[in-house]
């Protein structure tokens, strides 16, 4: 696999930089490198967050997004933010809420911030419908590989709704299943 | 080895330090460093060490020095803010000659600045940031694998030349995660203690390479601890001659062993223009930078030291005797650069690409640096 830049961000709280370790773990867990780093603010709820993760089939030099090829956008702040960073080619996949209303041809809104709502009652697994978007979208790492890689980092309490969340994700490209 | 598996660079800190056989942590949270002191709590008192969360930063290498004075390996991790308020007791350990590693993980300052954003502005407050005239060791790692590696060897200095150590790099490499095999057995230093019967002890008498032995309190040997010039019995003095004499051999404990402590990675300097100089995160941009660029022809290199202090200037020259250019990167507003030219004395232009607004400088940054600098020309 050739070298892949992905920007998870948002706001702080929803989960971002949990997202992006997970995703790093789970590129791990499919035999390939991984990077990740985390960007927040002083604040512990609110403000801008972000975590870059960097997969690669060999030895990873630069360890952060330069040229993103797949940014994750959660907020508008975010989208407006780091859109201008993606590279020529790279994609965009954004919360609805904060899409743009037309002429974007790399972005694709998805209803991730409802959705953990309704799957979590408020956006602490935001991050985790956002890793299913981007699974079924871009398939970066091996399935098994990002469910195992979720089981393992959330608290057992909360693993069940964390899985359906993952799940909730991909169904939100794929469409759930008849 | 260890199976391979995403590893925090602060979390490859403390696993470096046990690793290293260090007993004892003595520090006060603080971002970007904070998950040093989580790691450790967690994993010290299994591994037999103890860990005291301390009241501040003074009170918290206060602390350190006492655990090595009673023979445990000793260390803190702070950020900025703290290690202003450590330089007192570097300056204590550096005289009393009491082996320890002090961790500064680097974020935007000066004052409260940018808590958890990356900056390299520390790197001169870690060389003169104690009073007086004093060594530095200083030790600057690029990847999580490194930040380990350098750990233990800042662990084994100290114990081998009596004096405090500063592991420093910046906020990116502390908190950047990555696929690493840690080892599971490392090479390990330990300080030379005195024989136990040893009759007329003078602690602070020379043994080989200048170093005094040094005793663990409680070992038998009484001796007397102060941040006063002192005799070779370890108590103070005012002649002239002895304080000149006692500065010179701690002075000398590192400054003749310069060549063996120094260390700067080069790569594909051999035919290179213009040379990258970076360090930390920098020094990670640089080499993707340099890679880039000879792609279009232009013959690139860098030189990444991995010791800061003492400063690595004999490769330096080296390279400036080469290049027509030397790119000094750094987040900071000027500070390395200052020895970069010194070193360089001329043989090459020296110019900067500094940056210091939080965030971290980035390959694209770079290869359009050199494109500005005409490459090498």
């Known amino acids: ?178 | 080895m260890s199976e391979a598996r995403l590893v925090q660079g602060n979390e490859a800190c403390a696993r470096g330090a046990l690793a290293a056989g260090c007993t004892f942590y003595g520090g006060y949270p603080i971002t970007p460093s904070s998950e040093i002191a989580e790691h450790m709590v967690r994993l010290l008192p299994d591994a037999g060490g103890v860990f005291v969360q301390m009241e501040d930063e003074i009170a918290s290498l206060a602390a350190v020095i006492g655990a090595s004075l009673a023979g445990s390996k000793a260390m803190t991790a702070t950020s900025g803010p703290g290690f202003s308020l450590m330089q007192e007791h570097i300056g204590f350990a550096t005289m009393a000659e009491v082996p320890c590693v002090v961790v500064d993980v680097m974020r935007g300052g000066p004052s409260t600045g940018l808590p958890t954003s990356p900056s390299q502005g520390d790197v001169m407050q870690a060389r003169w940031g104690t009073h007086g005239d004093h060594p530095a060791i200083v030790l600057a790692p690029s990847s999580v694998g490194e930040v380990f590696d350098l750990t233990v060897r800042a662990f084994n200095l100290a114990e081998r030349f009596r004096t405090p150590v500063i592991l420093i790099y910046d906020e990116v490499i502390g908190h950047t995660r990555e696929s690493v095999r840690l080892p599971d057995q490392v090479e390990i230093i330990d300080r030379v203690r005195p024989a136990p019967d040893s009759v007329d002890f003078r602690p602070k008498a020379a043994g080989p390479n200048g170093v005094p032995p040094l005793p663990a309190f409680g070992d038998g040997h009484r001796f007397h601890v102060t941040g006063l010039s002192h005799d070779e019995r370890g108590f103070p003095t005012d002649d002239g001659a002895v304080a000149g004499a006692l500065l010179s051999r701690i002075h000398s404990k590192v400054a003749d062993h310069e060549d063996e402590i120094s260390a700067a990675e080069t790569f594909m300097l051999d035919d290179a223009e213009v040379a990258f100089f970076a360090y930390g995160i920098v020094g990670r941009s640089a080499r993707e930078a340099v890679l880039r660029v000879r792609e279009a022809g232009i013959k690139a290199g860098l030189i990444r030291p991995t010791t800061l202090w003492p400063f690595p200037g004999r490769q330096v020259a080296v390279a400036a005797k080469q290049v027509d250019k030397v790119i000094v990167a750094e987040m900071n507003l000027g500070q390395l650069i200052g020895e970069v030219e010194r070193a360089a004395a001329g043989q090459a232009e020296v110019v900067g690409h500094l940056r210091a607004d939080g965030e971290p400088i980035t390959p694209s940054e770079l290869v359009g640096a050199v494109t500005a600098a005409g490459g090498g020309n």
């Open chain 1, 1 to 178: 696999m050739s070298r892949n830049e992905i920007r998870i961000a948002g706001a702080g709280g929803q989960g971002v930089v949990t997202a992006g370790r997970i995703l790093a773990e789970a590129a791990i867990l499919s035999g390939s490198n991984a990077t990740h780093n985390q960007v927040y603010g002083p604040q512990s709820r609110g403000g801008a967050s972000r975590s870059d993760v960097v997969i690669a089939g060999d030895e990873i030099g630069f360890p952060l997004a330069d040229d993103i090829d797949l940014l994750v956008a959660l907020s508008g702040e975010a989208f407006a933010r780091y859109r201008p960073e993606v590279a020529a080619g790279g994609r965009v996949i954004v919360d609805s809420r904060c899409a743009p209303e037309a002429g974007d041809e790399v972005t694709s809104d998805f209803a991730v911030v409802d959705t953990a709502r309704a799957v979590s009652g408020g956006q602490l697994v935001t991050g985790v419908v956002a890793l299913g978007v981007l699974q079924a979208y871009a398939g970066l790492v091996d399935a098994d590989a990002l469910s195992d890689a979720v089981a393992r980092r959330v608290p057992a309490k909360h693993r069940e709704m964390n899985l359906e969340a993952l799940r909730a994700g991909m169904e939100l490209v794929n469409g759930a299943p008849a």
